[in-house]
């Protein structure tokens, strides 16, 4: 008796779909996947779907040099993550909240697990309705990594409440994505991608922004070394957790000289009358540097398997900023886009904003953000630099190992 030409095809179609539904391997024994977590240095467009924040750069001319559109990127092209990609081999890692990077096939189990991600987590922050809806029935695709970094964050809930994602909460959208990414992949896959992965770090310095803000009340209470102690206290607590869960290999970055940043130099000319960096923020900046070298040591003491990278970002900034045209720089001191003194102004983009007309030229590209030139110096030494830039070892390094 023959089977009818339309039944094999349809139990073709079914066999074809049914693959698409069970868990894929990553395929490639050398695939190392890199997790972000920080700042608006690192924040891919993630704040742009935050509801009502004002903390976003989702307008031109950010993204005028390399993408020719604004993608959300707080730059004229690409940042420091976008580079580190490139070198490993992976795609640009998408912010955790874009909605292209969901798809629509697994809302039974995301519901069964009851995993919490919306705005009633944090009820500081409201995600727009419509990202919600695509959160709750979405299966991420999260093999290559994920960008969790938000514009405005800080390591302490306080900074910035309700107009950034903190580090804290992108913590817990990286453990919901680790339990979908199980369920994705299977215990095994997951558990391999997460422990050959690269997570990388840019935090701290909104922090510190806001100590310096004379309406800003929690630096009263401590002094600046305890202030810098809550501060590294919670970035070395995400860094634990992340190991619990089976991370092991951590790139993090000391704090440039933030008295030097266009705002920080217009604001010490309005108060004293004279030129130059913001001595009181960039102390706080030394003694973050310093306090997370040694939180890292003790980590790596503490912690088996433990692996780091600390890129010393202060002293590739100021030697850049000392000497700006042995890099390439003819401005270290005003900003390529904004206005007022310095280009100290937060008005890039917007009603009688200034804009020069090479933005390779700067090192910063607003009041508080690297051009794509800075970023791209600061990859490559993040990634191959030698190790009295980088210690212990480089990102490459942790990336082959």
Known sequence: MGISRSIIVNFCFLVFSATLLVPTSCHDPKHVALFIF??????????????????????????????????GRPCDGRLIPDFIAEYAN????????????????????????????????????VISSKIQLQLQSSNHQFINGVNFASSGAGALVETHKGMAIDLNAQLSYFKNMETKLRLQLGEAEAKKLLSTAVYIFSIGGNDYFEAVTPSHSLPQLNSREDYVGMVIGNITAVVQEIY??????????????????????????????????????????????????????????????????????????????????????????EACCGSGPYGSFMTCGREGYQLCDNASEYFFFDSAHPTESANYQFAKLMWSGSSDIVKPCNLKTLFEE
């Open 38 to 71: 920080g700042d608006s240095l690192y924040d891919a467009g993630n704040n742009k779907y935050i509801k009502d924040s004002p903390i976003f750069a989702d307008f031109w001319p950010y993204g005028e040099t390399f993408f020719k559109h604004p993608t």
């Open 90 to 125: 992976l795609p640009y890692i998408s912010p955790y909240l874009q909605p292209g990077n969901h798809q629509f096939i697994d809302r039974l189990n995301y519901e069964s697990k009851g995993a919490g991600i919306l705005a009633e987590t944090h009820p500081g922050i």
């Open 244 to 333: 619990k869960i089976g991370g092991r290999k951590f790139g993090l970055s000391k704090l440039i000289a933030l008295g030097c940043l266009p705002s920080f130099r217009a604001a010490k000319e309005e108060r004293t009358g004279e030129s130059g960096c913001m001595d009181e923020v960039t102390t706080f900046a030394k003694l973050h540097n310093t306090a997370l070298s040694k939180a890292l040591e003790d980590l790596e003491r503490q912690l088996e398997g433990f692996k780091y990278s600390n890129f010393d970002a202060y002293t590739a900034g100021s030697e850049r900023i000392n000497n700006p045209s042995k890099y390439g720089f003819k401005e270290v001191e």
